[in-house]
């Protein structure tokens, strides 16, 4: 049994130490140019917004000045009163 | 006649000798706590009513009944010096009374502080039937008119106009008379305003026909009859109401409102250059004046007496000082608070000059001449204080309206670009100035001519009849 463990043992660190020397040696390559032609690309789906450039037509702002209002008289019937005695 | 006149002198001045001799005994012998009730008894029985003011303040001080005698003294002391007879007593103090007399005074005194809560209340405890409810009656409906509680304010205002009424009709005195007139017509006008403020113009303008054009509230109606007619959109008939100022026997009447109030009905009838005139003419009238009284009052703010020594010195004194003053004190000297204090002044200074001529001098009657020299100080300082609130207030209303007018003229410039986009402006400058087409006329309202002179008679009926120059107006026409 120890002899199957110890064996066991020793395979899987031979096992790691190949692995780490695979590691080592990846050589990573691109691509050195790509030439897209877009005209022969064809998109799916639907054309939401108008073609040509619109502008919401509004009226003009206009700002209303308060103008004056008589809505009650109480300052002529205070002073009144004040005048009375 | 002449030995008559001497005779009724000569037995009033022996009346109040007797009477400032009764109050002097009581000042020596009588030690009990009514003395001074006593005491100011004897002197208004001599009619020395400010000299008894100390005596009544003294007593209420520290006393809390008030009986049928003293009742009728601090009326008499209402009626002869106003609202002096109670003047030390606090209105906490005062609050503890239940007499007709101080209720009318402390609510008034509250009522002149805001305390409008507080001033019903105690204004509610003179009984109808006393005359001081009609004063009572008039207040109290100007508080419900605050408060926007119009069908309580016009009963109030009706009861005073109804009571006003009858104690005009049953007055002897000429001038108790006319105070009461005051007061009936003063209550008419507050029910019209309270219409205009309900938006029942109509009504308001037949309220206001009530008010005799001889009346001294009459230059005053000119400018409410004239917003009326403004809201009625009658702009002519405001016109002419407010060019009536203008008028040389109301110089002296003079409301910045009433130059707004032109200039916005030019503005409605889209003449915007002659609203722009109104509008200049302001700006160039009142600023400068103002600016004037202005310096005036800052430079004798802290004075007591420069504004009334203003109203004793001569027309060509004020006038040269600044020509609005003159027109100031004019208008101020038409109000009754001014006059019944100027009257107190006159009436306290000739009760002095009786004090001074008494022969018996005691300590007691230099104690009563040194309490009347205050009394007249204070008499004093209170007339020049009214007049320099008058002035204050008269620039306030100017820098007020100023903004209205500030307002209007950037509005106006604002229609007059439009114009110019349009092309408006040329076909307008050929307009026809006016025509009797454009006058409004009601069965009971006259009208005149304007010749570039007032009439008397015409005051107060004068309309203009300009053609609208709002385009709208002009299409829905034909």
Redesign the interface.
Known sequence: MKIIIFSLISLMLSFSALAQEEKKNVIYKYKEYEVIDLGSLEIKGQIMAPGDLTVNERERQ?FK????E?????F?????????? | MKYLALLIALVVAADASASAKGAYELYQKDKSKDRDKKIAHELIEGSYYFSAIPYINTYLETNNEIDKELEADIETLVIKT??MAVLNLEEKRLESFNIPSISL?LG?RL??KDQNLKAYEILSRIPDSHQFST?AS??KG?IR??ERKNIEALNLYEQCSKKAGNLESSSKGEKLKRYYNYLKE?CII?SA?VK??EKKYEEALVIYEQIDKRSYKWP?ILM?QA?ANY?LKDYNRALGLTVTYKSPLLESYFFP?AE??MA?SY?NLCLWDDSLKVVDHFYEVYQPKAQALKDILGKNKSSHTYFLDLYYADTKTREDLNPFIRNLITQTRK????N?DLASLKAAKDELLLLKRLKNKNDFTETLEGNLDSTISFISAKINFYIKKEIF?FINEIHK?SF?MF??K??LL?KKRDDIYNAKALAESTRARGSDVNVNRKTSQYFFDFNGSFWADELGDYSFGLQTACRENKVAKK
């Open positions: 206009s000045r308060s103008l004056l008589k809505n009650n008289f109480d002529e019937n205070r002073r009144e009163i004040e005048n009375l005695r | 106003g609202t005074i008034t009522f002149n004063e008039l207040i100007t008119n605050l003063t507050r305003r205009i403020e005053y409410d917003w809201y409102e707004v109030l916005l503005y109000q009754v608070k001014f019944l207030t309206h209205s307002n209007l950037l509005e604002s």
